[in-house]
């Protein structure tokens, strides 16, 4: 007999803005795209070595995330995670862009495994979040194995 598995990979986004004072602003939650060099870099992972991923990066493009996508489409700020945490099946990213970092009308979301190019695991697109320069932007990311 045959048996087949399946392995299917998940993401959720949290997305907080805070104002200088630290208030909440907006949040929202957003499912991701985990893309195929993403899906490459996690079967990398198995065999040896991969640059960890270590930077999230936020942007204005707008267009839908597809599998074949490699790069943020415009990007406006990125940063080193803060934290990266594993749990059973699943790993959450946190990262926050501070005050003047990323600034403006953000649309899209992705997880790389560089300060600039690297490789991207995901990216997401959500409807405008208006980042103003005084402003923080607060991101968890959750991946999980299915």
Not at 18 to 41: S, T
Not at 62 to 76: D, F, H, I, R, Y
Not at 112 to 124: D, I
């Amino acid at each position: 007999m045959l048996h087949k598995d399946s392995v299917a990979l998940k993401g959720a986004v949290s997305i907080v803005v805070y104002d200088k004072l630290m208030q909440v602003k907006e949040q929202r939650e957003i499912p991701n795209l985990v893309v195929a060099v993403g899906k490459n870099y996690i079967a990398a992972r198995m065999v040896g070595i991969v640059n960890e991923m270590s930077h999230m990066a936020i942007g204005s493009g707008t267009t839908a995330p597809a599998s074949g996508n490699t790069a943020p489409q415009t990007e406006l700020g990125r940063v080193a995670l803060d934290s990266d945490t594993a749990s059973g099946a699943s790993v959450t990213y946190f990262a926050l862009f501070p005050a003047g970092t990323g600034t403006g009308a953000v649309t899209e979301a992705a997880i790389l495994n560089a300060a600039s190019a690297g490789t991207m695991l995901c990216r997401t697109v959500f409807p405008v979040i208006n980042k103003g320069a005084d402003d923080s932007l607060a991101i968890t990311w959750q991946v999980t194995v299915l």
